[in-house]
């Protein structure tokens, strides 16, 4: 590696292909400790992957993610929601936001994906729309060892399968998740800009999959978590 991926992609050091970026709704909750229960014990989960973060920034992390606006869950701390979005959006939500954001001013076309296709049992217990189960609907509960019963033919969710095989294929044949989609499915509109009306995400949910806005303070706290990716060695 011959520099940080923030600084590779922000300086346009990158193959220049069209590209898909997505994520779940609760990316961090598979990797923070659910018994997480104050910002204390938060800080050093994060400090813990993030070796070079400063108390100051924990400080500002903190104030743009209060513990109170987020849910608590049976035999679960009361920090942990808290924590797994901080980290969820640092690893992944926001980085991915960053790079649709480089490639549309360097003019190469790019799309990003929301996944937020609930799992009833998964709801209940916090975990959410967790790291990589789109995996199910992408290939194919049937081939997955493991996959969700709601996944599965006559699951709540099974509908969800073909509405994305249908834009991933479309992708990998013409460059475009578009041209050869599902009928009946929306046109994905690919990423248009920086942070504003261009932050324009493909939301799948089960029988109800459409375009969304990343809304405003998302917007806010994405700018601030990719401003400091370079000093967090990212």
């Avoid at 049992?121 to 194919?140: C, D, M, N, Q, Y």
């Avoid at 509109?189 to 504003?196: D, L, R, S």
Wanted: include cysteine.
């Amino acid at each position: 590696m011959r520099e940080l991926t923030y600084s590779a992609y922000a300086r346009g050091n990158f193959v220049r292909l069209p590209a898909i970026y997505g994520d779940v709704t609760n990316e961090g909750t598979k990797f923070t400790p659910n018994t997480t229960s104050s910002y204390a014990e938060g800080n050093t989960f994060i400090k813990d992957q993030y070796p070079f973060i400063t108390t100051a920034q924990l400080g500002k992390i903190n104030s743009l993610y209060p513990i109170e606006d987020y849910p608590a869950f049976p035999d679960t701390g009361r920090a942990w929601r808290q924590v797994s979005t901080v980290y969820g959006d640092m690893r992944n939500t926001c980085p991915g936001f960053f790079l649709n954001e480089v490639y549309a001013r360097f003019g190469v076309p790019a799309w990003n994906y929301h996944w937020d296709v609930k799992i009833p049992e998964l709801e209940a217990s916090g975990a959410g729309v967790e790291h990589t189960v789109e995996k199910f609907a992408i290939w194919g509960p049937e081939y997955i060892p493991k996959s969700p019963e709601s996944y599965l033919p006559g699951g709540v969710n099974a509908a969800i399968s073909p509405v994305v095989q249908g834009y991933w294929t479309s992708f990998i044949r013409a460059k475009d998740p578009n041209v050869l989609r599902k009928a009946g499915t929306p046109e994905w509109q690919a990423w248009t800009g920086e942070c504003g009306g261009g932050w324009r995400s493909l939301r799948f949910q089960t029988n109800n999959t459409a375009m969304e806005s990343v809304p405003e303070e998302q917007q806010d706290k994405c700018a601030y978590l990719n401003s400091i990716g370079e000093s967090l060695r990212q």
